[in-house]
């Protein structure tokens, strides 16, 4: 009965979003490991709550045509998918990166609603982005495609309706020029986006709070097994936002981060990453990878191209924890078995999605800590909370009182996915005690709230 009912809305979502990978695969994700509850609980089915889950409250689409410095017009597509506002208004990151489309946003803003639900705060869950590609244009160029980007967007967002944050190639100079616009054309100065720069009302420690948070859940999670972080040897993919912190954090807390990496290559370096070049090549002169090899003599660059299809050099290191911080299904099965092989006994999930389905079954499986990113990277939007929290009252936090609720948060979280876990008799299966505990209290919002 109980499991008819999952398998019936996932028909329907698969009907209703042929083409649409991704968004599938975070709906089956979550849905088939929300059985157990369904099992012992039948009001979710008699409100018809995964019926109503599965589909965004409103998804828009536009058009956003600008100017090169050719004074050529180019046009991108814009989105935002504002998925669910039970617990709060609509909240998640906007992504630019010519990959971008519905079915990629949609498995990111359904993910969100049960990741912000997860951090106990307030917020709604919702993704937005474009398919515009930041890499190689000029400032000009990036401040009149995100004007143009707001201008539309201004309509539908406000400081308690929709406040989107950065993602993927949206970092602090995109938010400020989406920012902005925003005043401009509404001459009203207020929280509507997070991520902002500091003296303009963006937080301490926002920066740094998904990698930190990662590091923290990590360090949460290494706990209960009598483990520490310390001494111990890691890898992280990607070398942006949350790859570069979470290096930071680990570097504090006594390990060695030995790889980083972006879509071209990856560095490993086996006397431990240097954190200095990496924010130098990656946030000042936001280079190539092969730009730090150049820097750091002993690092050691390898291509993508020279290394086995389906397989990253970044997995088969020999690191005891692993930190995916680049992107979606970047982690394979075969990944998996090289880092399992290896002797990892912690994967923590700084990116969304990182590990295909057979990569996280092969994790659960073998029993070793497993992060799942709803849980494991849910201190960026905490900390985009307590920004909004700050703008609304005018306050300013310390860097220090900011971090120490981050880690009051991510304990809270890791509190819930491992009790959850245990109630429902799968002890140390996170992804099943992230989503249970992430899905009942919207859910109950949700009924709550009457039939909408
Ligand atoms: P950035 O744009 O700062 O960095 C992204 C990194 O990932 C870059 O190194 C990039 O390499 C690499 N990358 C991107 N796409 C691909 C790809 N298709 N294949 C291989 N490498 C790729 O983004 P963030 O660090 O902010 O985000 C990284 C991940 O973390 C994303 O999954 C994001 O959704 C998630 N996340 C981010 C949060 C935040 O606060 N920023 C919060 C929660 C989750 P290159 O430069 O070559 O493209």
Known sequence: MANSYVQKVVRKVKK?????PEFLQAVEEV????EPLFAKESKYQD????????????????RVAWTDDKGRIQVNTGYRIQFNSAIGPFKGGIRFHPSVNSSILKF????????????GLAIGGAKGGSDFDPKGKSDAEVMRF???FMTELTRHIGATIDVPAGDIGVGAREIGYMFGQFKRLTTSFEGVLTGKAIPWGGSLARTEATGFG?????????GVRKETIEGKTCAISGSGNVAIYTVKKLQQLGAKPVTVSDSRGCIYQPSGINLEVLQQ???VERASLTRYAELCKDAQYISVKDYPKNQHPVWNVGAQLAFPSATQNEVTEDDAKNLL??????VSEGANMPSVPAATEAFLKAGIAYGPAKCANAGGVATSQLEMAQNASMQKWTFDEVDGKLKNIMAGIFKAAHDTAEEFGQPGNYVMGGNIAGFRKVADSMIAQGVM
């Open 16 to 20: 209703s979003n042929p083409h649409q």
């Open 47 to 62: 409100n018809a709550i995964l019926e109503r889950i599965v589909e965004p409250e409103r998804q828009l689409q536009f």
């Open 146 to 148: 995100c004007q143009a």
């Open 31 to 34: 849905l088939y490991s929300l």
């Open 281 to 283: 090549v990656k946030e």
């Open 214 to 222: 990662n590091v923290y859940f990590a360090e949460n999670m290494l």
């Open 108 to 119: 990111l803003g359904f993910e969100q609603i049960f990741k912000n639900s997860l951090t």
């Open 341 to 346: 092989a290896k002797g990892c006994i912690l």
